[in-house]
């Protein structure tokens, strides 16, 4: 997974970077110690091309086998794209194909 990050430096200028999940953390250390120097405005995801995921349905939604990840239908649940959704149910970025056969989705845009 991968995130837009949004920094406005103290000079005024404004850095749109894109951190890795398993960096994140470790780029907020480096805004946090830069004290004053440096302010985080924003985080987005992006959806990741090529990801994929094992999933289940669940009613008129799929699971991911480990539980933390939802998708539901976008149109037609045949043919129709699938969106992850957040725990809040809110949107998250990338298009989504639902693989029956193989019991797996995996994103095609994002």
């Known amino acids: 997974m991968k995130w837009n990050v949004s920094v406005l430096r103290r000079s005024g200028e404004c850095e749109r970077t894109e951190v890795a999940d398993f960096e994140l953390s470790e780029f907020f250390n480096r805004i946090a110690s830069a004290e004053g120097k440096a302010w985080v405005l924003s985080v987005e ?3 990741d091309v090529g990801d994929s995921a ?3 349905p669940d009613g008129d939604e ?4 480990l539980g933390k990840r939802r998708w539901r239908v976008m149109g ?9 959704v957040d725990s809040d149910g809110s949107e998250l970025p990338g298009d989504w194909e639902y693989d029956r056969k193989g019991g797996y989705v995996y ?3 994002s």
Do not use: M, N, T
């Open 107 to 109: 994103c095609s845009f």
């Open 62 to 65: 799929l699971v991911s086998q």
């Open 54 to 56: 094992l999933v289940e």
């Open 76 to 84: 037609d649940p045949e043919d129709g794209w699938w969106v992850e």
């Open 45 to 47: 995801r992006v959806g």
